[in-house]
């Protein structure tokens, strides 16, 4: 019969010791202690700003990154962030492979987690492998049911970390214990709960076979320098099974015992060569090493390693890693470049900005007099957390008049924005004498008892250029 | 390598994938299965998709459409949004309608309010004749510069708004320039000559009392236009020193407007809109840049400025006015200024 849909193997990764298992670890717990507890940590910004040092404030709006704070105009900053994030991800897997794949992505890290607490409940492989098969008893339901519940509260766990990030995180917490939570925030709390449970505890695999773009062109990144996990056919085959004591000769060093299939989380053979469905997280290079050192063989049997790197011992000579490639050149030159623009955008970044718009109609009026006006909207961008005052000038009209026009008795040396906003005023300039053409002019606004100043160049529209 | 198991199964070599059996002219067609859940996916949001069709309206009958167990429409949405739009105005509505024009240009949000609506309604109502941005046209007076025929106080402005110019109201303003050539109230070389002199006002020169244009002007316009020729809000006679220039300044223009005079109309707002609309766009229009100072405190009520609230006015509201009405009557103290004039230059 054909199969037109494939059905999902379900995988017991078997519990395994080692090196990059102990790399692993160490991932998850830095990673998921990040996410679980930067929404926590506090950072004074005085009295008109919020003190969480990570805060997306949606209906500010503002984004606060410790020190760093960001209005919406500003989220080139975050086009940064995505491009370094890009070719960092580039960089790092044309030297190291899929690294973020294996230790760092939340597919992967959730995944591991999950996988751990049904261990934890369910035991190691073949226990959980016999459970799944076994008839429903009340054993079964209860430990299914238990796995089943830590996984809920984890996914629950999680979704309530991500919205934390959105609003203030103790008020909110409290809020949840008094049952008043918004209707916005518990939908996004529901439907992240579902997501993080679907994902990391059914799906797995599924999401780096079928969905993850990124394992389909994680090969562009690859070269001859990079390195993979690998199994070493030179020395492994022919494999077979192997008794103590009997000789190597004539033999390959795997003896088949296919520890480095039982522990893989992708469910595959890396003996198979590459394959796109190996996510290079090193569980069997921990598995093989072992066993190596059981029957007395050296290490390295599955090892990251480069092909060139590979090819070169087989030869004899044993060639360097190299890393200074112009690939990896390249993406370190594009990192490089990125990363100072973006330190210049925050270093420069101005707490005063000035806006000037043109009227559209009229572009100039005559006045009784026969000097003319040109009408401007005026955006003050107060980005400090105090009440400012402003003087505004023109630069480049003689005999100039400025006119304000709000409410009350505003004058052009008072114009006042209130903390961490904006002010916009309709302004009126006059030229006594008007200019013959239209002129550039340069809007200059002062802060008053405050070093900060910003400029914006307009022009000035005159009757000659009417038609 | 070939099916040995099945018989069914067949494998192209060079891929190692099984075909589906299907061969077009020896093409063959590869199975790479889809995942299982896929399918599951699919038929979710078929499940999904029969829903909408009972909850929305989505099957097209005679007439329309299947209206959904929701009764959902874009039309109530719409009215949804606006009437939360409404609520949202009413707050400061009310503080609006109990503010004076003084307390308007004083408070920044009844401020903010009035130009917001003052903008929206103008670009309704008003920019037709006086343009989008209120720059006006040959005929339509730009509302941006500081020159006004009835005044440009906020109180003045508000008045115009009510009550229109030679509209069909009670208490419209109301002047009429006579048709000096039509009429033959002049001759032909005495317009051209008037022209002349006025024109030399506009272009900054000093009136010459010897000249004839400067004898003309004083016999015939000064009464409107005041013997300065800086014109009078009291009966919408513009400035004719300064540089603008209502139906163009150039002399065919001028000498059209002596000889066949103009009549320009802006209807009565009063009841078309409502007073609070008339209040904002007042505000509006006198910060459009040209409007001078009125001098108001803010706790001065300055709401109806010119408004008559005896009986009787409700009564004469609706008679019409024809075209009798419009006619010029004061002739006895124009001839009476004329003299003066006469005496004082001769």
């Known amino acids: 019969m054909l199969q037109y849909f494939a059905k999902q193997e379900k995988i017991y990764p078997k519990r395994v010791w080692g090196k990059y298992r102990k790399l692993k670890w160490a991932a998850m717990i830095i990673t998921l202690g990040i ?51 890009a070719i960092a991800l580039f960089f790092i897997t044309s030297l190291f492979g899929r690294v973020w794949c294996g230790y760092f992505c939340p ?7 999950f996988v751990w607490v049904e261990r934890i409940v369910q035991g190691d492989r073949n226990a959980r492998k016999k459970l799944h098969e076994a008839p429903w008893s009340f054993e079964k339901v209860r430990k299914i049911a238990t796995t089943h519940f830590i996984w809920l509260m984890i996914a629950w766990c999680t979704a309530g970390s ?57 090969s562009a990144m690859f070269d001859k320098d990079t390195l993979l996990i690998g199994y070493d056919v030179d020395r492994g085959e022919p494999r077979g099974k192997h008794k103590k004591g009997e000789s190597w000769e004539g033999r390959g060093d795997c003896i088949n015992c296919s520890l480095c299939v039982q522990v893989c989380p992708m469910g595959i053979d890396i003996r198979d060569g590459l394959q796109m469905e190996c996510i290079a997280c090193g569980l069997c290079v921990d598995a093989c090493n072992g066993v190596m050192d059981q029957v007395d063989r050296p290490r390295g049997l599955i090892r990251y390693d480069t092909e060139n790197h590979m090819r070169a011992e087989v030869k004899g000579g044993a060639e360097k890693f190299r890393f200074l490639r112009p690939r990896t050149i390249y993406y370190g030159a594009i990192i490089a470049l990125v990363g100072a623009i973006m330190l210049y955008a925050l270093i420069f970044r101005s707490p005063l900005e000035l806006h000037v718009l043109h009227d559209r109609n009229p572009v100039f009026t005559t006045l009784s007099g026969g000097e003319i006006r040109n009408g401007y909207t005026i955006k003050i961008l107060n980005k400090t957390h105090e009440f400012q005052t402003y003087s505004l000038s023109v630069e480049g009209l003689e005999n100039v008049s400025i006119v304000v026009k709000a409410a ?3 004058s052009a040396n008072e114009l006042s924005v209130p903390a961490d906003s904006v002010g916009s005023y309709h302004v009126l300039v006059s030229a006594d004498t008007p200019p013959a053409a239209p002129r550039k002019i340069r809007f200059i606004l002062q802060a008053m008892g405050a070093d900060m100043q910003d400029s914006y160049d307009a022009k000035f529209i005159t009757k000659r250029d009417e038609r | ?61 005679p007439g329309g459409a299947t209206e959904g167990t ?15 739009i409404i609520e949202r105005q009413a707050a400061y509505l009310e503080r609006f309608e109990d503010a004076s024009l003084g307390d308007v240009m004083a408070d920044p949000e009844l401020y903010a309010f009035a130009m917001a609506g003052g903008k929206s309604a103008f670009k309704d109502n008003c920019a037709t004749c006086h343009g989008t941005g209120g720059e006006g046209g040959n005929g339509y007076p730009n509302l941006n510069d500081d020159d006004w025929l009835w005044g440009g106080k906020l109180t003045d402005i508000h008045q115009t708004l009510q009550y229109g110019i030679r509209a069909d109201s009670y208490e419209t303003r109301l002047s009429q ?32 009392a010897e000249s004839r244009g400067f004898q003309i002007f004083q016999q015939n316009c000064a009464s409107c236009h005041g013997a300065d020729a800086k014109g009078d809000t009291e009966f919408g006679a513009p400035n004719l020193t300064d540089a603008i220039w209502l139906y163009g300044d150039r002399q065919e223009e001028i000498f059209r407007t002596v000889y066949y005079s103009r009549n320009g109309m802006m209807p009565a707002w009063k009841g078309r809109l409502d007073e609070n609309t008339i209040k904002a766009l007042s505000v509006y229009i006198h910060q459009l840049g040209g409007g001078l100072p009125d001098e108001l405190k803010p706790d001065e009520d300055l709401r109806n400025p010119a408004t008559p609230e005896s009986p009787e006015y409700e009564k004469t509201q609706d008679i019409e006015i024809g075209e009798e009405a419009i006619e010029p009557q004061p002739e006895a103290p124009i001839a009476k200024e004329i003299e003066q004039n006469l005496e004082q230059h001769e």
């Not at chain 1, 975050?78 to 491009?83: H, K, V």
């Open chain 1, 162 to 218: 991500f919205v934390l990030y959105f609003n203030d995180a103790p008020t909110l917490v409290q809020s949840f214990f008094e049952f008043d939570v918004s209707p916005t925030v518990l939908a996004f709390i529901i439907g992240l709960t579902a997501s993080t449970y679907l994902m990391a505890g059914f799906a797995r695999e599924q999401v780096c076979t079928y969905m993850c773009p990124y394992a389909r062109f994680q």
């Open chain 2, 1 to 61: 390598m070939m099916s040995d198991d099945h018989k069914n199964k067949d494998v192209d070599e060079v891929s190692g994938v099984e075909t589906t059996g299907h061969s077009w002219d020896g093409l063959k067609e590869l199975n790479n299965p889809l995942p299982r859940w896929w399918v599951w996916v699919f038929v979710v949001s078929i499940i999904w998709s029969i829903w909408y069709f009972v909850v929305y309206p989505a099957w097209p009958v």
């Open chain 2, 177 to 208: 320039m006579p048709a000096f050539g039509q009429e033959k109230l002049l001759e032909r070389e005495d317009i051209d000559t008037v022209v002349e002199y006025v024109m030399s006002l506009s272009n900054g020169e000093a009136a010459n």
């Open chain 2, 70 to 84: 929701s009764g959902y429409t874009q039309y109530k949405e719409l009215a949804e949004s606006q009437q939360e």
């Open chain 1, 107 to 113: 597919q992967t890290v959730w995944t591991d987690l």
């Open chain 1, 35 to 85: 996410y679980y507890l930067v929404p926590f940590i506090r950072w004074d910004r005085g009295p008109n700003a919020p003190d969480q040092a990570v805060l997306i404030d949606l209906e500010g709006p503002r984004a606060y990154w410790f020190w760093i704070e960001i209005w919406p105009q500003e989220v080139y900053i975050l086009t940064g962030i995505l491009i370094l994030a």
């Open chain 1, 408 to 410: 009350g008795n505003v």
